[in-house]
């Protein structure tokens, strides 16, 4: 989940241009690299994976009632913030090592938001692990963290405490959380943590503490405080 590496960000261009060949003309692709195009109101999905009908369109639906969720959500924390826009592209590929390749994260990131996009891990894959649906609504809640930022990149800690709150996955990640709490000094420590690619348990803290972060300022009415934050004081 979250954000992408920073180290992806000089490849970003190579790889949207990457995207529309494969996307928009496909022509010299061999069949397995060949991404397929959906629509619904709010999202573009291109896929790799060869979904059923039935997957299709249970994922279709699955994205529709995240938007829903998550714009509720932050309704009844910001109001009548804007945070809309175009569709959200999806992309998901076809197995987890494209996932890695491309995107630069650990085989246990189930997806990242960069640039407006969403990049999930085959979508059976992200089923099988009972994740699926908290995924796609912790990185939808991202792109709305980021369209709410501006063209400033909102806290680490933030948006991922944030996201955490409005997906609902609180109880699983602490569920699979091991090891001891690790002692942190502010929000510098929790965006380290967040940013380690190398220890899932460390990881997994990261978003448990930036979740608890938020949720502290959320029951002390705090609401303001945080889209200052997130705005910049615009």
């Not at 060949?34 to 790799?48: D, N, P």
């Not at 829903?68 to 826009?85: H, K, P, Q, V």
């Not at 690790?182 to 503490?209: A, E, H, M, Q, T």
Request: with cysteine; aromatic share 12%; charged share 25%.
């Amino acid at each position: 989940m979250g954000f992408c590496m920073k180290k992806w960000r000089p490849l970003f261009t190579a790889i949207l241009f990457f995207f529309v060949l494969l996307l928009f003309t496909n022509t010299g692709f061999p069949e397995e690299l060949r991404f397929k195009s959906a629509h619904t109101k709010h999202f573009t999905l291109h896929f790799a994976e060869a979904l059923t009908t039935a997957e299709l369109g249970a994922l279709k639906k699955d994205l529709e009632e995240a938007h829903s969720d998550i714009s509720r959500g932050l309704f009844e924390l910001f109001g009548d913030a804007d945070f809309y826009g175009r569709p959200i592209d999806i992309v998901i590929f076809k197995t987890t090592g494209d996932f890695t390749s491309t995107t630069g994260l650990p085989w246990w990131s189930a997806s990242c938001a960069k640039g407006g996009s969403i990049y999930l891990q085959p979508a059976r894959t992200l089923k099988s692990r009972g994740i699926l649906s908290e995924v796609i609504r912790h990185e939808v809640a991202l792109v709305f963290i980021k369209r709410l930022s501006g063209d400033d990149e909102p806290p680490v800690w933030l948006a991922e405490g944030l996201a955490v709150y409005l997906s609902g996955e609180i109880d699983r990640l602490k569920a699979r959380t091991v090891g001891e709490r690790p002692k942190v000094s502010g929000p510098g420590d929790i965006d380290s943590l967040l940013l380690d690619r190398g220890d899932i348990d460390k990881n997994r803290w990261g978003y448990v503490l930036a979740y608890e972060a938020v949720r502290e300022m959320i029951d002390k009415g705090k609401g303001e405080e945080i889209l200052r934050l997130l705005t910049g004081g615009r």
